[in-house]
T-cell receptor, first 111, second 109 residues
């Protein structure tokens, strides 16, 4: 299996712009997670889905963040408008039978 | 929520040395995973070990769930072992993993 795939790997944008991060989970996995990693806060869970349905979005920082999972093989995390404090590495992970597997991450820089 | 503490926070070794990393957690858990974040930022699964002992090459892990801790053993360390080692746990019926702050391991040649 190819593992969890994320794109883009790096994104540099200016404050106020819309940013869309993409994730393809491992085939057959029924849970998908979005995390954010920063030096100050470590790894934080933003939201997770089960069978394409959002289960817990309590970690989403504010209304500027939204996530969708239109089908079992694709999810997006959108930030609109982006702010410099959103700069971080965003990880997608997928799971079946409890063990989570992480993608390579997207390093986002908002100038 | 569950608290996860990892020790030591930093560790410097010479190549060939052995080490033990510890993860303490504050409540009963259903899931425990060890990850290695390499210098390129990738999070690599090492072990899924809610209880018991597992070994994979030079690495092994033991979780004593009743005493709320897990240990990761690295033997004959290599420079490629450098990076941050994270312990993550899940408790209750939800799927949330709570991560510790990690142990930064540096292996010098």
């Amino acid at each position: 299996d190819a593992g969890v795939i994320q794109s883009p790997r790096h994104e540099v944008t200016e404050m106020g712009q819309e940013v869309t991060l993409r994730c393809k989970p491992i085939s057959g996995h029924d849970y998908l997670f979005w995390y954010r990693q920063t030096m100050m806060r470590g790894l934080e869970l933003l939201i997770y889905f089960n069978n394409n349905v959002p289960i817990d979005d309590s970690g989403m920082p504010e209304d500027r963040f939204s996530a969708k999972m239109p089908n079992a093989s694709f999810s997006t995390l959108k930030i609109q408008p982006s702010e410099p404090r959103d700069s971080a590495v965003y990880f997608c992970a997928s799971s079946q039978n409890w063990e989570q597997f992480f993608g390579p991450g997207t390093r986002l820089t908002v100038l | 929520g569950i608290q996860v503490e990892q020790s030591p926070p930093d560790l410097i070794l010479q190549e060939g040395a052995n080490s033990t990393l510890r993860c303490n957690f504050s409540d009963s858990v259903n899931n425990l995973q060890w990850f290695h974040q390499n210098p390129w930022g990738q999070l690599i699964n090492l072990f899924y070990i809610p209880s018991g002992t597992k070994q994979n090459g030079r690495l092994s892990a033991t979780t004593v769930a009743t005493e709320r801790y897990s240990l990761l053993y690295i033997s004959s360390s290599q420079t490629t072992d450098s990076g941050v080692y994270f312990c993550a746990v899940r408790g209750g019926s939800n799927y949330k993993l709570t991560f510790g702050k990690g142990t930064l391991l540096t292996v010098n040649p």
